[in-house]
């Protein structure tokens, strides 16, 4: 019989790092929403959910050493005999830990990654937020040239949710996640109130497959903000 401790364990691991992660988002997106004067472009967005990430961190886990990390470069895989085009490619954050419970140490290191993306009305007729959000956000979870969380069973995608009402932003997201071949996006619970709570899981061509991706929309539209 093949002992299946350490699989077990380090499933268990990554499960509990999964959660630290995840509850970390959630509350830093919940700080981002309460900051005045919040800029519109995702990439200055995202400079702004780094640092709630570290308060939220700081409250949440005060003990726990690994950070946060903002563009850094998908990591490269031991499976891969050569630097390949995903190496390339910069996830928007990613937490890196050591698993020491991997008894291959080249095998140890293991990223939760997340994507950050805008959602609502269009600005420009050639970039479609919600279109992108899956062409650009979604897709780099499968997509081999980008591979984000290759060898790693999940994964989570933020969407910075601008204008347009709920219902219409998800039917979008998911009318395009169909026309890409991804399974629709579905609700977790009864949506709060500042945002929304979905996830879905898709094959891919490379391990891990099937992957679990969650979503955590914050809702930053103006109208909606309740700020002193």
Known sequence: MTDAGPALTALNIW?????MCLAILERALRLLRLEKDLPESEPDLNRRLYF????????????????PISECNNQPDPDDESRVAREHKRPD?????????????????????VECKRLGEPLRADW????????????????TNWAYAQRFRSGAIVGYWQSMERAKVLKEVNDEAERNSFPHIIPIGTPPA???????????????????????????????????
Do not use: M
């Not at 499960?15 to 959660?19: L, N």
């Not at 954050?93 to 990654?113: C, G, H, T």
């Not at 500042?194 to 094959?203: A, I, K």
């Open 52 to 67: 709630c990430l570290l308060v939220a961190s700081a409250e949440l886990y005060p003990k726990d050493p690994v950070a």
């Open 93 to 113: 954050f990613q937490w890196i830990f050591l698993d020491q419970y991997e008894q291959n140490p080249e095998r140890q290191s293991k990223q939760f990654v």
């Open 194 to 228: 500042d945002g929304h709570r979905l996830e879905h899981t898709f094959e891919r061509s490379f391990p891990v497959s099937p992957f679990h991706l969650r979503h955590l929309w914050i809702d930053l539209r103006q109208s909606s903000l309740e700020k002193g």
């Open 128 to 143: 479609i937020f919600n279109v992108n959000y899956v062409t650009n956000g979604i897709s780099r979870f499968r997509d």
């Open 15 to 19: 499960s509990k790092r999964e959660g």
